[in-house]
C-alpha cells in the first residue's frame, strides 16, 4: 500500500515554480523515488525518478534529502499544461502504489 | 514506436458477461504491468509479468481475473462473470525491467451495467 504522504492540493502561479513535496519516512535502501503525473483521464506519465542523488531532466527536479525520507518534485516554470494530479512513489519498481497524490492547479 | 497501445478504450457490457482486454507494449520491453482505476483514486496495482512469466498478483486479482502474456509480447486481461464493481480504467504499462520507469497505455475505460 501506498508509503508516501503528499499534500492533497496545491496552487502555482503560471511562470513560476512548483514545489511538490512529499514524505516516505519508511523508504528502504533499495527502493526508488517515482513521479508520475496524470492529467484528466489519460494514462500516467513517467517524469522523473531517482535512488539517493538529486536528478534533473528535461521536465522536472528531483531533490532527496540526505536521509531519503522526504523529497520535492520541481517543476521549474510552471505552465497551465501541467495542471494534474501527481503522485510520488516509492518502489523497487516491480509495482507502485500510487496513493490519491497531489491534485496541481496552475493559475493564470 | 507509438508507445503502450490497449483496446478497446470503451467498453460497456451487462452484469455477468465476460470481457477481455488486450495491451501492447513497446517493443522490447520484457516487463508488462496491469493496474486498476477507479475515480478519484490513484491507480492501483494487479499484476505484472516478466516476458511470459506471470510474477506478482495482488489479491485485488479475485479468481474472475486472468491475465496472459504468452509469447512475452502482447497481454491480455479477461475478467469472468463481470460485476458492477469491476467498472473502472484498466491501464497497461511497460518498462524494460526495474528499476527503469514504466510507460503507461490510455487504459480501457470499462462500464458494467
Known amino acids: 500500500d501506498a508509503k508516501t504522504t503528499q499534500p492533497p492540493s496545491m496552487d502555482c502561479a503560471e511562470g513560476r515554480a512548483a514545489n511538490l513535496p512529499c514524505n516516505h519516512s519508511?523508504?528502504?535502501?533499495?527502493?526508488?523515488v517515482y513521479w508520475y503525473r496524470q492529467i484528466h483521464s489519460q494514462g500516467p506519465q513517467y517524469i522523473i525518478h531517482?535512488?539517493?542523488n538529486n536528478e534533473t531532466n528535461e521536465m522536472a527536479s528531483l531533490i532527496i534529502t540526505e536521509d531519503r525520507k522526504s523529497s520535492t518534485l520541481i517543476l521549474p516554470h510552471a505552465t497551465l499544461r501541467d495542471t494534474a494530479v501527481y503522485y510520488c512513489?516509492?518502489?523497487?519498481?516491480?509495482?507502485?502504489?500510487f496513493g490519491t497524490g497531489t491534485s496541481l492547479t496552475v493559475i493564470p | 514506436d507509438t508507445g503502450v497501445s490497449q483496446d478497446p478504450r470503451h467498453k460497456i457490457t451487462k452484469r455477468g458477461q465476460n470481457v477481455t482486454f488486450r495491451c501492447d507494449p513497446i517493443?522490447?520491453?520484457?516487463?508488462l504491468y496491469w493496474y486498476r482505476q477507479t475515480l478519484g483514486q490513484g491507480p492501483e496495482f494487479l499484476t505484472y509479468?516478466?516476458?511470459?512469466?506471470?510474477?506478482?498478483k495482488s489479491r485485488l486479482l479475485s479468481d474472475r481475473f486472468s491475465a496472459e502474456r504468452p509469447k512475452g509480447s502482447f497481454s491480455t486481461l479477461e475478467i469472468q462473470r463481470t460485476e458492477q464493481g469491476d467498472s473502472a480504467m484498466y491501464l497497461c504499462?511497460?518498462?524494460?525491467?526495474?528499476?527503469?520507469?514504466?510507460?503507461f497505455g490510455q487504459g480501457t475505460r470499462l462500464t458494467v451495467v
Open positions: 504499462a511497460s518498462s524494460l525491467g526495474a528499476p527503469t520507469e514504466a510507460f
Open positions: 519508511t523508504i528502504s535502501g533499495n527502493e526508488y
Open positions: 531517482g535512488l539517493k
Open positions: 512513489i516509492v518502489s523497487t519498481g516491480n509495482q507502485f502504489y
Open positions: 517493443s522490447e520491453h520484457n516487463r
Open positions: 509479468f516478466q516476458n511470459e512469466a506471470q510474477l506478482e
